[in-house]
């Protein structure tokens, strides 16, 4: 499952060169020295633990400047993961534990547990303190074979002691206070690099040490390979030549390979869904924009958000009696004492719209004064231009929904939206909304027609909805519920976006599955494995507080009722609630993943197991999609995968996002992959530059890994680039492979790889034989080819990428094929390694058992060839 060979030659190579090898002992090694684990203050305490040697305690060589070898995944980016005063231990058994602070007002502490000091168990936070913060750290030995963690206290303005004891490190006795004499102040001061460092010193076989160093040495080596860029082509391959390449294709040697292997990761990050893809114009037509959706920090994000009054003789105020639903609590309260005033929104940065092109236009309104009256509605220029009107009568005492057309007198960026009453007098208005005609395949409540085109045109299989970490929320109340998303739209219950925005949910699983279903692609779901993400800073510390075990049975039965939703005939109580949103015909659904990227412990590997346990009980036709944490490697990785093969999951959900030399260096991360294990869901990755820039270089760089996924893709079943979509102005992460903005699209180099592999896909592989003139290693890695037969077009698909600066002469031989078309399909995307804005280009070529391809420098060449018959 790991990177051996890379590894492997690494070692050797350490061992080789190393003074210290365990392999050639020196004779004047020590046996034993000090090793000091200590964090340092940098970056607000967050660069994880760290080690020092020494043999006399007096003089200290730090193993790696600011190595981390543990980092603190507790609470929120930005703000916490950090390890204070760490505290190592080694308990009788030989086992290492690492007990830290996590910041000044916190009752909770870290612990985690080690074999080796390198590989580290997954951490627990246990609340110890409820109205206090636990401070210095340290374990001791209780003579019963438990240990004691004690630690001080100082959020009530005095300095007092405390303890808790455990035999595990799961659970622990309550909390007693300690007399300050009592503790035995373990932690020690130690000068690093003229700094002094708090932590602990051990005595330690010189082994370990080395063990550490080499572990160093390895990572500072594959991070060096790794940081490669194009930049440093021109002294990498100074006088390389334009090289020949003998492509051999072989007919004889086949294997399946997934058909699902292209998708898209759709996350509402970004502005993806509202002021994005959901076709909407109006911005927050519910009134529901709270200051909770910023935690405060911005005082203008409130209900009246995006929302002005005109006119003299006009009020507008928020109420929320008697409202339409009470997941819809708020409404506008317009009142007119002089005809003119009126409501006016902005829309997101303002309103797009087409000359000739029409509108539909819908509010909930109510006359509280029972005077009936008539609304213009109008869409206006900034200085009040006249774009199109309509009006709508306002007659009911109570709620009614009302609708109108608006025809767009002229195209504009930034038109805005008013509503203005022709009586005086009071109306209460919700639910204000206007949406292009053209939306996608001419839907109500649809989707922005060009940015939907724009994904279909990658041909996606599957699409992934609706996140990434939307998916699992900012703690338990924002964990994304299907449920909240279905059904009328004044219904629904919007929720804070995790990213710092707000979501209506009018994008909801009902919209996406019909999306899916009209662009061919199996719908994607990822539900919360009944954990919000790690990251959470709302409710505490990320996921050590999962949804309660009391809950849990509920929650299982909300993914059960998903797949009855989805794929339940109309008799049945959820099937019929879909049949009733205007979709009698099951949708289908295939897949369902749980969690994403969670932190994998305990807390996690309960719910995880409950829920995939009832979905395989009850619902065995559908694949369920696990999850192995945020990276390649790692904790979470190396946890998650041994739960998935343990309960015998499907499928896992993989994500990293790295550098191009990580890509390039990492082509047979899957060839060594057991094939009896769970197959791989490649769920999110990017290849990103310094400033997380993509260009041609990027785009080459996954266009070069998706030839090995291919190659194996009998293990790698799907991938989908993430994340999806993002509106200018409105990014909280970069890279995407589709930015936007209200009137354009703008897909990257990026999104042109994805759509030339998701335009030709295959389910056979063939294997190819690559001879180049040049056998530098560095070449070597740079030309990839990866060939594939589409058994419903019967179309044979070559695609070779070269990353190197200099053309590729090659030569394709296509063994034991007789039965093709003399021409074929070429495709080739190139340019300098820079470059953000080149397209593929397309022509004719001839084709025949062998045939020339020159493949430029930076390119990427897809050559489509008919067969006549299967052969
Ligand atoms: O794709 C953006 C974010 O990256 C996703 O929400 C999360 O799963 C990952 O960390």
Redesign the pocket.
């Known amino acids: 499952m790991k990177r051996t060979s890379l590894l492997l030659c690494l070692t050797v190579l350490l061992i080789g060169h190393s003074t210290f090898g365990a392999d050639t002992p020196i004779s004047n090694q020590p046996d034993s020295v000090y090793l000091f684990t200590y964090a340092t203050i940098k970056n607000s305490n967050t660069n994880g633990l760290h080690y020092a040697w020494s043999t006399d305690q007096e003089s200290w060589t730090s193993i790696g400047p600011e190595m981390r070898f543990l980092f603190c995944d507790y609470g929120r980016w930005g703000v916490e993961k950090r390890m204070i005063t760490p505290f190592l231990f080694r308990a009788a058994d030989g086992k290492w534990h690492c007990v830290w602070s996590l910041n000044e007002h916190t009752g909770t502490f870290a612990h985690a547990e080690s074999k080796d000091l390198i590989y580290w168990l997954p951490q627990t936070y246990p609340i110890v303190m409820k109205d206090n913060n636990c401070l210095e750290t340290e374990i001791s030995n209780d003579p019963d074979g438990k240990y004691t963690i004690s630690w001080l206290s100082t959020a009530n303005g005095t300095k007092k002691t405390y303890s808790v004891t455990t035999a595990d490190f799961k659970s622990y006795s309550p909390a007693n206070e300690l007399a300050l004499s009592d503790r035995l102040n373990q932690h020690k001061k130690i000068q690093i690099s003229g700094n002094t460092e708090t932590g602990t010193v051990h005595k330690v076989a010189w082994e370990l040490v080395e063990s550490l160093m080499n572990k160093q040495k390895l990572n500072a080596y594959r991070d060096q390979q790794w940081s490669e860029t194009t930049k440093t082509d021109s002294i990498r391959f100074a006088s390389q030549k334009p090289l020949n390449a003998t492509i051999t294709v072989d007919n004889s040697k086949q294997k399946k390979i997934s058909d699902m292997m292209i998708g898209v ?1 759709f ?1 509402d ?1 970004n502005y993806a869904a509202d002021g994005g893809l959901y076709a909407e114009l109006l911005q927050n037509r519910d009134f529901e924009y709270a200051l909770s959706d910023k935690e405060g920090r911005d005082k203008s994000w409130n209900s009246n958000k995006s929302w002005r009054l005109k006119g003299n003789g006009a009020a507008f105020s928020i109420d929320s009696v008697s409202s339409i639903h009470p997941n819809n609590l708020h409404y506008a309260v317009l009142k007119i004492t002089e005809t003119g005033g009126g409501l006016v929104n902005e829309g997101f940065d303002g309103i797009a719209i087409k000359s000739g092109e029409k509108y539909d236009f819908s509010v909930f309104v109510r006359n509280p004064d029972q005077k009936s009256k008539k609304l213009l509605v109008r869409l206006i220029g900034k200085n009040g231009e006249n774009y199109g009107e309509t009006t709508v009568s306002a007659s009911a005492a109570g709620w009614k929904k009302v609708e109108a057309i608006l025809t767009a007198k002229q195209t504009a960026t930034d038109a805005q939206l008013e509503v203005v009453p022709q009586t005086a007098g009071t109306v209460h208005l919700d639910m204000i909304s206007l949406f292009p005609q053209k939306t996608f395949n001419g839907r109500k409540n649809g989707l922005r027609a060009d940015l939907a085109q724009t994904i279909a045109d990658l041909h996606p299989r599957f699409i992934r909805f609706p ?4 998916a699992h929320g900012d703690g338990l109340d924002n964990i994304y519920r299907w449920k909240n998303t279905v059904g009328p739209l004044e219904s629904r219950k919007p929720l804070k976006n995790l990213w710092g925005y707000h979501q209506t949910v009018g994008l909801g699983y009902f919209e996406y599955f019909q999306f899916c279903e009209e662009i061919g692609a199996a719908p994607l779901p990822v539900i919360a494995a009944g954990v919000p993400c790690q990251n959470s800073a709302t409710g505490g510390a990320g996921q050590q507080g999962g949804i309660p075990m009391c809950d849990m049975d509920d929650y299982v039965q909300d993914v059960l009722d998903l797949i009855e939703w989805a794929n339940g005939n109309v008799t049945t109580k959820w099937g019929k609630i879909r049949a009733e949103s205007g979709h009698p015909k099951p949708f289908n659904l295939k897949y369902i993943g749980i969690g ?2 969670d932190l994998i412990n305990d807390i996690f590997e309960e719910r995880f197991t409950m829920i995939f346990n009832a979905v395989k009980e009850k619902h065995p036709e559908i694949t369920v999609i696990g999850t192995v944490g ?1 990276s390649f490697e790692g904790t979470d990785y190396v946890e998650g995968w041994k739960i998935a093969t343990k309960l015998q999951v499907p499928l896992v959900d993989e ?1 990293y996002y790295q550098s191009p030399g990580w890509f390039i260096h990492n082509q047979d991360y899957y060839d060594k992959y057991d094939r009896t294990k769970p197959k791989v869901y490649l769920g ?1 990755y990017a290849s990103h530059l310094p400033g997380r820039v993509t260009n041609i270089e990027t785009a080459l760089s996954e266009a070069l890994y998706l030839t090995a996924c291919e190659r194996n893709g009998d293990v790698v079943s799907m991938t989908s680039y ?2 999806l979509l993002a509106k200018e102005g409105h990014t909280q ?1 970069n890279p995407d492979l589709i930015y936007f903005n209200n009137s354009e699209v703008k897909p990257t180099v990026d999104y042109f790889v994805q759509q030339l592999y998701g335009q030709n896909s295959g389910d056979t592989y063939l294997v190819s034989d690559v001879k180049l003139s040049d056998k530098n290693e560095s070449v070597r890695k740079r030309v990839a080819v990866s060939v594939v037969c589409d058994s419903k077009s019967n179309d044979l698909i070559v695609k070779m990428v070269n990353m190197l600066p200099v053309a590729v002469n090659t030569n394709v031989r296509l063994d034991g094929m007789n039965n093709f078309s003399s021409s074929a399909t070429r495709t080739v995307l190139t340019g300098i390694p820079t470059d953000k804005k080149a397209r593929p280009a397309t022509d004719e070529i001839a084709v025949s058992g062998e045939f020339p391809c020159n493949l430029p420098a930076y390119s990427f060449t897809v050559i489509r060839i008919k067969k006549t018959i299967d052969n």
């Open positions: 990761f996350e990050i996140g990434g970490c939307v994403n990227e945020p994500h999110e993430a994340p992460w």
